[in-house]
Protein backbone atom coordinates (compact mmCIF):
# COMPACT_ATOMS: atom_id res chain seq x y z
CA UNK A 1 0.00 0.00 0.00
CA UNK A 2 2.96 2.38 -0.14
CA UNK A 3 4.74 1.60 -3.37
CA UNK A 4 5.48 4.88 -4.56
CA UNK A 5 7.51 3.67 -7.64
CA UNK A 6 7.25 6.10 -10.83
CA UNK A 7 7.26 4.56 -14.15
CA UNK A 8 10.30 6.20 -15.80
CA UNK A 9 13.80 5.46 -17.16
CA UNK A 10 16.98 7.24 -15.72
CA UNK A 11 17.54 8.75 -19.12
CA UNK A 12 13.97 10.74 -17.79
CA UNK A 13 15.54 11.56 -14.51
CA UNK A 14 18.63 12.60 -15.74
CA UNK A 15 17.01 14.96 -18.14
CA UNK A 16 14.70 16.27 -15.43
CA UNK A 17 17.96 17.53 -13.47
CA UNK A 18 19.37 19.01 -16.01
CA UNK A 19 16.37 21.02 -16.87
CA UNK A 20 16.24 22.18 -12.63
CA UNK A 21 19.66 22.94 -12.92
CA UNK A 22 19.92 24.76 -16.12
CA UNK A 23 16.77 26.00 -17.62
CA UNK A 24 15.48 27.50 -14.54
CA UNK A 25 17.30 30.94 -14.26
CA UNK A 26 19.73 31.77 -11.75
CA UNK A 27 19.15 27.50 -10.07
CA UNK A 28 23.36 27.70 -10.65
CA UNK A 29 24.63 24.46 -8.47
CA UNK A 30 28.08 25.38 -6.70
CA UNK A 31 30.48 22.70 -5.02
CA UNK A 32 32.11 25.65 -2.65
CA UNK A 33 31.42 25.75 1.16
CA UNK A 34 28.65 23.17 0.30
CA UNK A 35 27.74 22.56 3.98
CA UNK A 36 27.15 25.28 6.87
CA UNK A 37 27.32 22.80 9.72
CA UNK A 38 27.60 18.68 10.06
CA UNK A 39 25.85 17.74 12.99
CA UNK A 40 27.25 16.23 15.15
CA UNK A 41 30.65 16.09 13.37
CA UNK A 42 31.67 12.64 12.00
CA UNK A 43 33.89 10.81 14.49
CA UNK A 44 36.44 8.57 13.73
CA UNK A 45 37.05 7.27 16.81
CA UNK A 46 33.63 6.12 16.93
CA UNK A 47 33.17 2.49 15.99
CA UNK A 48 29.71 3.07 14.76
CA UNK A 49 28.63 3.45 11.21
CA UNK A 50 27.53 7.48 10.52
CA UNK A 51 23.72 8.02 9.18
CA UNK A 52 23.08 11.55 7.25
CA UNK A 53 19.99 13.18 6.25
CA UNK A 54 19.86 16.39 4.56
CA UNK A 55 18.76 19.36 6.43
CA UNK A 56 17.74 22.50 4.69
CA UNK A 57 17.21 25.84 6.69
CA UNK A 58 16.25 29.45 5.64
CA UNK A 59 18.82 31.82 7.21
CA UNK A 60 17.61 34.83 5.40
CA UNK A 61 15.30 35.71 2.73
CA UNK A 62 11.46 36.26 3.90
CA UNK A 63 11.75 34.04 6.69
CA UNK A 64 14.01 33.38 8.89
CA UNK A 65 14.39 29.81 10.44
CA UNK A 66 17.41 28.88 11.65
CA UNK A 67 15.91 28.06 15.43
CA UNK A 68 14.84 25.45 14.08
CA UNK A 69 17.87 23.68 13.62
CA UNK A 70 18.38 24.02 17.10
CA UNK A 71 15.34 21.23 17.96
CA UNK A 72 17.01 19.07 15.26
CA UNK A 73 20.49 19.39 17.26
CA UNK A 74 18.48 18.27 20.30
CA UNK A 75 17.20 15.52 18.42
CA UNK A 76 20.61 13.97 17.30
CA UNK A 77 21.83 14.57 21.14
CA UNK A 78 19.07 12.16 22.47
CA UNK A 79 19.26 9.79 19.69
CA UNK A 80 22.51 8.82 19.53
CA UNK A 81 22.74 8.73 23.33
CA UNK A 82 20.16 6.17 22.59
CA UNK A 83 21.18 2.72 22.80
CA UNK A 84 18.20 1.34 21.54
CA UNK A 85 17.93 3.17 18.49
CA UNK A 86 19.61 2.55 15.07
CA UNK A 87 22.06 0.69 16.99
CA UNK A 88 25.68 0.54 15.48
CA UNK A 89 25.10 3.84 13.92
CA UNK A 90 24.94 7.67 14.52
CA UNK A 91 22.69 9.78 12.90
CA UNK A 92 23.83 13.22 11.30
CA UNK A 93 22.83 16.15 9.31
CA UNK A 94 24.70 18.09 6.73
CA UNK A 95 23.03 21.99 6.48
CA UNK A 96 22.48 24.01 3.21
CA UNK A 97 20.09 27.68 3.39
CA UNK A 98 17.62 27.89 1.15
CA UNK A 99 16.99 31.67 1.97
CA UNK A 100 13.29 30.97 1.94
CA UNK A 101 13.52 31.20 -1.72
CA UNK A 102 12.70 28.99 -4.90
CA UNK A 103 16.06 28.69 -6.75
CA UNK A 104 18.62 28.88 -4.04
CA UNK A 105 15.98 25.90 -2.32
CA UNK A 106 16.81 24.22 -5.18
CA UNK A 107 20.29 25.30 -5.18
CA UNK A 108 20.82 23.65 -1.81
CA UNK A 109 18.86 20.28 -2.37
CA UNK A 110 21.13 19.94 -5.51
CA UNK A 111 24.41 20.69 -2.97
CA UNK A 112 23.01 18.29 -0.81
CA UNK A 113 22.34 15.01 -3.32
CA UNK A 114 25.00 15.54 -6.07
CA UNK A 115 28.12 14.36 -5.27
CA UNK A 116 31.86 16.06 -4.50
CA UNK A 117 34.04 15.13 -7.04
CA UNK A 118 36.78 16.57 -4.77
CA UNK A 119 35.27 14.58 -1.96
CA UNK A 120 35.20 10.69 -2.33
CA UNK A 121 33.42 10.44 1.09
CA UNK A 122 30.45 12.78 0.41
CA UNK A 123 27.69 10.56 1.95
CA UNK A 124 24.99 9.55 0.31
CA UNK A 125 21.83 11.34 2.51
CA UNK A 126 18.98 9.32 3.49
CA UNK A 127 16.23 11.83 3.58
CA UNK A 128 15.26 15.32 3.77
CA UNK A 129 14.27 17.78 6.63
CA UNK A 130 13.21 20.81 4.73
CA UNK A 131 13.39 23.46 3.69
CA UNK A 132 12.67 26.41 6.15
CA UNK A 133 9.62 27.84 4.80
CA UNK A 134 6.88 26.74 2.11
CA UNK A 135 8.50 28.85 -0.46
CA UNK A 136 11.35 26.86 -0.64
CA UNK A 137 10.02 23.61 0.79
CA UNK A 138 7.90 23.15 -2.57
CA UNK A 139 10.00 22.42 -5.00
CA UNK A 140 12.33 20.94 -3.14
CA UNK A 141 9.72 18.33 -1.83
CA UNK A 142 8.39 17.89 -5.24
CA UNK A 143 11.62 16.70 -6.50
CA UNK A 144 12.78 14.83 -3.60
CA UNK A 145 10.81 12.08 -5.03
CA UNK A 146 12.85 11.40 -8.06
CA UNK A 147 15.90 10.80 -5.79
CA UNK A 148 14.11 8.62 -3.18
CA UNK A 149 14.41 10.44 -0.50
CA UNK A 150 11.39 10.81 1.95
CA UNK A 151 10.97 14.40 2.71
CA UNK A 152 9.72 15.66 5.92
CA UNK A 153 8.85 19.00 7.50
CA UNK A 154 8.77 20.88 10.42
CA UNK A 155 7.65 24.32 9.15
CA UNK A 156 5.90 24.57 6.03
CA UNK A 157 2.71 24.95 5.78
CA UNK A 158 1.48 25.85 1.80
CA UNK A 159 -1.53 24.43 0.60
CA UNK A 160 -0.22 23.33 -2.35
CA UNK A 161 1.82 20.62 0.02
CA UNK A 162 -1.91 18.95 0.21
CA UNK A 163 -1.28 17.22 -3.29
CA UNK A 164 -0.05 13.60 -2.31
CA UNK A 165 0.26 13.17 -6.63
CA UNK A 166 2.92 15.85 -6.69
CA UNK A 167 4.72 15.44 -3.64
CA UNK A 168 4.73 11.88 -3.14
CA UNK A 169 7.17 11.55 -0.09
CA UNK A 170 5.80 14.41 1.87
CA UNK A 171 5.38 14.93 5.42
CA UNK A 172 4.40 18.04 7.36
CA UNK A 173 4.37 18.24 11.45
CA UNK A 174 2.22 21.48 10.85
CA UNK A 175 -1.48 21.72 9.95
CA UNK A 176 -2.31 23.48 6.54
CA UNK A 177 -2.03 27.20 6.30
CA UNK A 178 -5.26 27.23 4.68
CA UNK A 179 -7.21 25.95 7.31
CA UNK A 180 -6.04 29.28 9.38
CA UNK A 181 -8.66 31.17 7.13
CA UNK A 182 -11.56 29.54 9.76
CA UNK A 183 -9.81 31.90 12.27
CA UNK A 184 -9.97 35.48 10.22
CA UNK A 185 -13.66 34.07 9.50
CA UNK A 186 -14.36 33.17 12.84
CA UNK A 187 -12.82 36.66 14.27
CA UNK A 188 -15.40 38.81 11.77
CA UNK A 189 -18.23 37.21 12.27
CA UNK A 190 -17.63 37.25 15.89
CA UNK A 191 -17.25 41.38 15.92
CA UNK A 192 -20.16 42.17 12.85
CA UNK A 193 -17.40 43.54 10.50
CA UNK A 194 -19.19 43.84 7.37
CA UNK A 195 -16.11 44.94 4.97
CA UNK A 196 -12.28 44.44 4.82
CA UNK A 197 -9.39 45.11 2.87
CA UNK A 198 -7.31 42.06 2.19
CA UNK A 199 -3.55 42.86 1.81
CA UNK A 200 -1.89 39.56 0.18
CA UNK A 201 1.16 38.82 -0.92
CA UNK A 202 1.62 37.23 -4.16
CA UNK A 203 2.43 33.56 -2.61
CA UNK A 204 1.02 30.03 -2.40
CA UNK A 205 1.41 30.50 0.94
CA UNK A 206 -1.08 33.62 1.00
CA UNK A 207 -3.60 33.46 -1.73
CA UNK A 208 -4.70 30.02 -1.22
CA UNK A 209 -5.52 30.98 2.39
CA UNK A 210 -7.15 34.66 1.00
CA UNK A 211 -9.67 32.50 -1.40
CA UNK A 212 -10.48 30.21 1.12
CA UNK A 213 -11.41 33.27 3.42
CA UNK A 214 -12.95 35.30 0.38
CA UNK A 215 -15.39 32.38 -0.13
CA UNK A 216 -16.17 31.96 3.35
CA UNK A 217 -16.92 36.14 3.44
CA UNK A 218 -19.39 35.64 0.68
CA UNK A 219 -21.34 33.08 2.35
CA UNK A 220 -22.05 35.81 5.43
CA UNK A 221 -22.52 38.82 2.85
CA UNK A 222 -19.08 40.67 3.69
CA UNK A 223 -17.42 42.36 1.00
CA UNK A 224 -13.90 42.85 0.61
CA UNK A 225 -11.03 44.31 -1.18
CA UNK A 226 -7.84 43.15 -2.41
CA UNK A 227 -4.67 44.88 -3.03
CA UNK A 228 -1.87 42.11 -4.01
CA UNK A 229 2.18 42.14 -3.81
CA UNK A 230 4.76 40.67 -5.54
CA UNK A 231 7.69 39.43 -3.06
CA UNK A 232 10.07 41.17 -4.84
CA UNK A 233 8.44 44.24 -4.86
CA UNK A 234 7.68 44.38 -1.17
CA UNK A 235 4.87 46.93 -0.29
CA UNK A 236 5.83 49.63 -2.60
CA UNK A 237 3.67 47.00 -5.29
CA UNK A 238 0.62 48.33 -3.53
CA UNK A 239 1.50 51.64 -4.76
CA UNK A 240 1.29 55.39 -3.07
CA UNK A 241 -1.47 54.16 -1.20
CA UNK A 242 -1.06 50.91 0.10
CA UNK A 243 -4.39 50.87 2.22
CA UNK A 244 -8.07 50.74 1.14
CA UNK A 245 -8.93 54.44 2.30
CA UNK A 246 -12.76 52.92 2.37
CA UNK A 247 -11.68 50.27 4.89
CA UNK A 248 -11.23 50.23 8.96
CA UNK A 249 -10.08 46.48 9.02
CA UNK A 250 -6.94 45.36 7.12
CA UNK A 251 -6.13 41.49 6.94
CA UNK A 252 -2.60 41.22 6.63
CA UNK A 253 -1.33 37.54 4.90
CA UNK A 254 2.41 38.20 4.43
CA UNK A 255 5.82 37.51 5.56
CA UNK A 256 6.60 39.47 8.75
CA UNK A 257 9.41 41.05 6.91
CA UNK A 258 6.47 43.26 4.75
CA UNK A 259 4.09 43.45 7.34
CA UNK A 260 6.86 45.39 9.37
CA UNK A 261 6.73 48.12 6.22
CA UNK A 262 3.18 47.89 6.57
CA UNK A 263 3.23 48.94 10.31
CA UNK A 264 5.62 51.90 9.65
CA UNK A 265 2.94 53.52 6.62
CA UNK A 266 0.09 52.59 9.36
CA UNK A 267 2.29 55.00 11.73
CA UNK A 268 2.69 57.48 9.27
CA UNK A 269 -1.06 57.85 8.41
CA UNK A 270 -2.04 57.41 12.03
CA UNK A 271 -3.61 53.80 11.51
CA UNK A 272 -4.34 52.69 14.88
CA UNK A 273 -7.27 51.00 17.52
CA UNK A 274 -9.58 52.45 17.84
CA UNK A 275 -10.08 53.49 14.58
CA UNK A 276 -8.38 50.68 12.68
CA UNK A 277 -7.59 47.12 12.96
CA UNK A 278 -5.07 45.00 11.53
CA UNK A 279 -5.18 40.92 11.43
CA UNK A 280 -1.64 39.85 11.28
CA UNK A 281 -0.57 36.00 11.46
CA UNK A 282 0.34 34.66 14.93
CA UNK A 283 3.65 32.83 13.94
CA UNK A 284 6.07 35.44 13.31
CA UNK A 285 9.29 35.25 14.87
CA UNK A 286 9.24 36.68 18.44
CA UNK A 287 9.29 40.51 19.01
CA UNK A 288 9.20 41.00 15.04
CA UNK A 289 8.35 44.02 14.82
CA UNK A 290 11.46 45.23 17.01
CA UNK A 291 13.71 43.71 14.26
CA UNK A 292 15.04 46.78 12.09
CA UNK A 293 16.75 45.01 9.27
CA UNK A 294 15.13 46.58 6.81
CA UNK A 295 15.46 50.48 7.06
CA UNK A 296 12.35 51.33 6.77
CA UNK A 297 12.43 54.64 7.88
CA UNK A 298 10.57 54.05 11.22
CA UNK A 299 11.91 53.12 14.43
CA UNK A 300 10.61 49.71 16.41
CA UNK A 301 8.39 52.20 18.66
CA UNK A 302 6.80 53.62 15.81
CA UNK A 303 5.82 49.96 15.12
CA UNK A 304 4.56 48.71 18.26
CA UNK A 305 2.59 52.07 18.70
CA UNK A 306 0.06 50.63 15.66
CA UNK A 307 -0.03 47.23 17.74
CA UNK A 308 -1.87 47.42 20.59
CA UNK A 309 -5.25 45.75 21.19
CA UNK A 310 -4.68 44.16 17.19
CA UNK A 311 -5.37 40.54 16.45
CA UNK A 312 -2.94 37.79 15.59
CA UNK A 313 -4.40 34.53 14.36
CA UNK A 314 -2.33 31.10 14.28
CA UNK A 315 -2.56 27.38 14.31
CA UNK A 316 -2.73 25.21 17.32
CA UNK A 317 0.07 25.60 19.37
CA UNK A 318 0.76 21.08 20.52
CA UNK A 319 3.54 22.11 22.24
CA UNK A 320 1.45 25.01 24.81
CA UNK A 321 -1.38 22.65 25.42
CA UNK A 322 1.00 19.34 25.99
CA UNK A 323 1.54 18.88 29.26
CA UNK A 324 5.28 19.59 29.31
CA UNK A 325 6.32 17.36 32.20
CA UNK A 326 4.55 14.32 30.86
CA UNK A 327 6.99 11.77 29.90
CA UNK A 328 7.30 11.27 25.72
CA UNK A 329 8.81 8.77 23.59
CA UNK A 330 11.51 10.56 23.30
CA UNK A 331 13.43 10.35 26.05
CA UNK A 332 13.22 13.98 27.17
CA UNK A 333 9.83 16.29 28.23
CA UNK A 334 8.76 19.19 26.81
CA UNK A 335 10.29 20.69 29.74
CA UNK A 336 13.80 19.31 28.86
CA UNK A 337 13.81 20.22 25.27
CA UNK A 338 12.81 23.78 25.71
CA UNK A 339 16.32 23.86 28.38
CA UNK A 340 17.93 22.16 26.10
CA UNK A 341 17.25 24.13 23.13
CA UNK A 342 18.68 27.38 24.92
CA UNK A 343 21.88 25.97 24.71
CA UNK A 344 22.43 25.59 21.04
CA UNK A 345 21.10 29.19 21.00
CA UNK A 346 23.17 31.84 19.76
CA UNK A 347 26.19 29.54 19.81
CA UNK A 348 28.60 30.34 17.36
CA UNK A 349 29.45 29.72 14.06
CA UNK A 350 25.19 29.58 13.29
CA UNK A 351 23.84 32.26 15.95
CA UNK A 352 20.72 30.22 15.60
CA UNK A 353 17.67 32.93 16.54
CA UNK A 354 14.64 31.23 18.71
CA UNK A 355 11.44 31.27 16.66
CA UNK A 356 7.98 32.28 18.20
CA UNK A 357 5.69 29.92 18.53
CA UNK A 358 8.92 27.62 19.58
CA UNK A 359 9.06 26.12 16.07
CA UNK A 360 12.25 23.80 17.20
CA UNK A 361 9.90 21.59 19.20
CA UNK A 362 7.87 20.64 15.99
CA UNK A 363 11.53 20.02 14.07
CA UNK A 364 12.90 17.84 17.30
CA UNK A 365 9.71 15.45 16.63
CA UNK A 366 10.51 15.43 12.97
CA UNK A 367 13.66 14.40 13.60
CA UNK A 368 12.60 11.80 15.63
CA UNK A 369 9.93 10.60 13.25
CA UNK A 370 12.95 10.02 10.70
CA UNK A 371 14.72 8.23 13.29
CA UNK A 372 12.36 5.99 14.20
CA UNK A 373 11.20 5.13 10.43
CA UNK A 374 15.12 4.37 10.34
CA UNK A 375 15.27 2.24 13.05
CA UNK A 376 12.01 0.29 11.88
CA UNK A 377 13.43 -0.42 7.88
CA UNK A 378 16.50 -1.58 9.41
CA UNK A 379 15.39 -4.18 11.35
CA UNK A 380 12.99 -4.81 8.55
CA UNK A 381 16.28 -5.57 6.49
CA UNK A 382 17.79 -7.65 8.76
CA UNK A 383 14.46 -9.98 9.42
CA UNK A 384 13.22 -9.89 6.03
CA UNK A 385 15.84 -11.75 3.35
CA UNK A 386 13.65 -10.74 0.68
CA UNK A 387 13.30 -7.27 1.17
CA UNK A 388 16.83 -7.07 1.25
CA UNK A 389 17.29 -8.98 -1.72
CA UNK A 390 15.23 -6.23 -3.74
CA UNK A 391 17.10 -3.75 -2.19
CA UNK A 392 20.12 -4.86 -3.89
CA UNK A 393 18.31 -5.58 -6.95
CA UNK A 394 17.61 -2.08 -7.56
CA UNK A 395 20.62 -1.11 -7.09
CA UNK A 396 21.39 -3.91 -9.79
CA UNK A 397 23.65 -5.73 -7.44
CA UNK A 398 23.98 -9.48 -7.09
CA UNK A 399 25.08 -10.30 -3.41
CA UNK A 400 23.90 -12.54 -0.53
CA UNK A 401 24.74 -10.08 1.90
CA UNK A 402 22.01 -8.41 4.42
CA UNK A 403 21.63 -4.74 2.58
CA UNK A 404 22.26 -2.07 5.30
CA UNK A 405 20.91 1.38 5.24
CA UNK A 406 24.45 3.07 4.33
CA UNK A 407 24.07 0.94 1.01
CA UNK A 408 21.69 2.89 -0.29
CA UNK A 409 21.92 5.05 -2.86
CA UNK A 410 19.51 7.37 -4.87
CA UNK A 411 18.23 4.64 -7.53
CA UNK A 412 16.53 2.67 -4.53
CA UNK A 413 12.81 2.90 -4.53
CA UNK A 414 12.68 -0.18 -1.99
CA UNK A 415 14.24 1.74 0.94
CA UNK A 416 12.27 4.78 -0.11
CA UNK A 417 9.12 3.27 -0.46
CA UNK A 418 10.03 1.01 3.12
CA UNK A 419 11.15 4.92 5.10
CA UNK A 420 7.63 5.83 3.11
CA UNK A 421 5.74 3.32 5.03
CA UNK A 422 6.92 3.68 8.77
CA UNK A 423 6.73 7.24 8.06
CA UNK A 424 2.93 6.52 7.39
CA UNK A 425 2.33 4.64 10.34
CA UNK A 426 3.97 7.05 12.45
CA UNK A 427 2.40 7.38 16.23
CA UNK A 428 4.25 8.53 19.14
CA UNK A 429 4.13 11.15 21.41
CA UNK A 430 6.70 13.19 21.09
CA UNK A 431 7.47 17.04 22.81
CA UNK A 432 4.40 18.67 20.84
CA UNK A 433 2.29 16.00 21.87
CA UNK A 434 1.06 12.95 19.65
CA UNK A 435 2.07 12.85 16.48
CA UNK A 436 0.89 10.82 13.64
CA UNK A 437 0.05 11.42 9.86
CA UNK A 438 -3.23 11.68 7.91
CA UNK A 439 -3.50 9.76 4.40
CA UNK A 440 -1.74 12.65 2.53
CA UNK A 441 0.66 13.27 4.73
CA UNK A 442 -0.48 16.07 7.11
CA UNK A 443 -0.30 16.40 11.10
CA UNK A 444 -3.87 17.62 11.13
CA UNK A 445 -5.98 20.04 14.23
CA UNK A 446 -8.86 21.62 13.81
CA UNK A 447 -8.37 24.51 17.14
CA UNK A 448 -7.51 28.07 15.49
CA UNK A 449 -5.71 30.14 18.24
CA UNK A 450 -6.62 34.18 18.47
CA UNK A 451 -3.90 36.09 20.08
CA UNK A 452 -3.95 40.27 20.82
CA UNK A 453 -1.47 42.46 21.48
CA UNK A 454 -1.61 44.15 25.02
CA UNK A 455 0.43 45.64 27.15
CA UNK A 456 1.56 43.47 29.89
CA UNK A 457 3.29 43.64 32.83
CA UNK A 458 6.76 41.17 33.39
CA UNK A 459 7.94 39.69 36.52
CA UNK A 460 10.48 42.45 36.87
CA UNK A 461 7.63 45.03 36.83
CA UNK A 462 8.58 46.25 33.22
CA UNK A 463 5.70 47.03 30.80
CA UNK A 464 6.09 45.84 27.35
CA UNK A 465 4.29 44.61 24.47
CA UNK A 466 3.23 40.77 23.69
CA UNK A 467 0.75 38.53 22.45
CA UNK A 468 -2.28 37.17 24.80
CA UNK A 469 -4.25 34.27 23.60
CA UNK A 470 -7.75 35.42 24.21
CA UNK A 471 -10.37 32.80 21.98
CA UNK A 472 -10.26 29.85 19.56
CA UNK A 473 -11.82 29.36 16.74
CA UNK A 474 -13.86 25.55 16.54
CA UNK A 475 -15.32 23.54 13.90
CA UNK A 476 -18.97 23.01 14.48
CA UNK A 477 -19.36 19.85 12.21
CA UNK A 478 -21.50 21.84 10.07
CA UNK A 479 -19.23 23.67 7.87
CA UNK A 480 -19.33 26.73 10.91
CA UNK A 481 -17.04 27.58 12.81
CA UNK A 482 -17.65 28.62 16.73
CA UNK A 483 -15.68 31.66 18.46
CA UNK A 484 -15.45 30.75 22.20
CA UNK A 485 -13.49 33.25 24.86
CA UNK A 486 -11.14 31.45 26.77
CA UNK A 487 -11.44 31.63 30.83
CA UNK A 488 -10.93 35.30 31.74
CA UNK A 489 -11.39 37.09 28.53
CA UNK A 490 -14.41 39.01 26.94
CA UNK A 491 -15.61 41.39 24.64
CA UNK A 492 -15.08 43.72 27.52
CA UNK A 493 -11.57 42.68 28.35
CA UNK A 494 -10.41 42.37 24.31
CA UNK A 495 -11.75 45.78 24.07
CA UNK A 496 -11.45 48.62 26.59
CA UNK A 497 -14.78 50.77 27.35
CA UNK A 498 -16.99 47.72 24.50
CA UNK A 499 -14.56 50.17 21.69
CA UNK A 500 -14.80 47.48 18.94
CA UNK A 501 -13.23 48.91 15.81
CA UNK A 502 -15.75 50.34 13.71
CA UNK A 503 -15.81 48.47 9.96
CA UNK A 504 -16.80 51.91 8.17
CA UNK A 505 -19.73 50.38 6.35
CA UNK A 506 -22.84 53.25 7.27
CA UNK A 507 -25.55 51.66 9.67
CA UNK A 508 -28.53 51.63 8.15
CA UNK A 509 -31.87 50.85 10.07
CA UNK A 510 -34.56 48.79 8.29
CA UNK A 511 -37.91 48.52 9.34
CA UNK A 512 -40.64 45.76 8.70
CA UNK A 513 -43.99 45.87 9.13
CA UNK A 514 -46.36 42.17 9.31
CA UNK A 515 -48.26 41.79 5.98
CA UNK A 516 -51.80 41.49 8.36
CA UNK A 517 -51.10 44.65 9.87
CA UNK A 518 -50.22 45.96 6.11
CA UNK A 519 -53.64 45.36 4.78
CA UNK A 520 -56.08 46.01 7.86
CA UNK A 521 -54.11 50.00 7.71
CA UNK A 522 -54.91 50.02 4.42
CA UNK A 523 -58.65 49.20 4.95
CA UNK A 524 -59.20 51.91 7.57
CA UNK A 525 -57.38 54.50 5.43
CA UNK A 526 -59.79 53.68 2.59
CA UNK A 527 -62.69 53.82 4.54
CA UNK A 528 -61.65 56.99 5.59
CA UNK A 529 -60.90 58.43 2.24
CA UNK A 530 -64.44 57.25 1.35
CA UNK A 531 -66.02 58.92 4.39
CA UNK A 532 -64.12 62.09 3.89
CA UNK A 533 -65.44 62.22 0.62
CA UNK A 534 -69.37 61.28 1.21
CA UNK A 535 -68.46 64.41 3.98
CA UNK A 536 -67.56 66.89 0.58
CA UNK A 537 -70.56 65.86 -1.28
CA UNK A 538 -72.65 66.48 1.62
CA UNK A 539 -71.09 69.84 2.13
CA UNK A 540 -71.17 70.80 -1.54
CA UNK A 541 -75.03 69.63 -1.77
CA UNK A 542 -76.66 71.14 1.38
CA UNK A 543 -74.11 74.19 1.09
CA UNK A 544 -77.22 77.01 1.00
CA UNK A 545 -78.32 75.17 4.10
CA UNK A 546 -78.64 77.82 6.83
CA UNK A 547 -77.10 74.75 8.87
CA UNK A 548 -74.41 74.08 6.65
CA UNK A 549 -73.68 77.55 6.22
CA UNK A 550 -73.11 78.46 9.72
CA UNK A 551 -69.97 75.35 10.21
CA UNK A 552 -68.22 78.00 7.23
CA UNK A 553 -68.68 75.42 4.12
CA UNK A 554 -65.21 76.12 2.15
CA UNK A 555 -63.37 75.54 5.64
CA UNK A 556 -65.27 72.02 5.49
CA UNK A 557 -63.97 71.81 2.14
CA UNK A 558 -60.35 72.05 3.64
CA UNK A 559 -60.53 69.72 6.28
CA UNK A 560 -62.58 66.88 3.91
CA UNK A 561 -59.35 66.96 1.33
CA UNK A 562 -57.17 66.77 4.39
CA UNK A 563 -58.10 64.05 5.75
CA UNK A 564 -58.41 62.36 2.39
CA UNK A 565 -54.82 63.27 1.88
CA UNK A 566 -53.34 62.17 5.25
Known amino acids: GYNLSIARSRDMETALVFLLLFAIPGCCYSQSNRFLQTYPPYDDADPRTPLTFALLQSFGGDFNSSGAVAGVQVALDVINNDTTLLPGYTLHYTLTDSQCNRTVGLNAFFQQVLPDPADPDDPVKLSVIGAGCSIATEPTAEIANFYNLVYITCLATSTELVDRVR ?138 SVLPRTLSLLHFDFLQHFDLEAPTDTGITGLEFLDREQGHLGVPPLYLEQLQPPVASYCYDATWSLARALNLTMQDLESNNTLSRLAWETQRIDTTETFRLENFTYSNDVIMNTIFGHMADTNFTGVTGGVEFSDIGIREVNTLRVMQFRDVTDGNGTQRLDWVEIAHVIPDGDGGFNFQYLPGESDATTWPNDLVPYDGVPNEEVVTVEVGLVVVFYILATVGILFALICIIFNAVYRKRKLIRLSSPKLNYLIGIGAMIL
Open 167 to 304: FRSYFQLLPTEADIAPSHFGVIRQYGWRHVALIVQNENLFTVTVERLKAQLQSIGVTYSQRIFESSESIAGLGPEPFDPEARIFVVASFENHARALLCEAFARGLRYPRYMFLTYGWYSNQWWEIDAENLGCSSDDRA
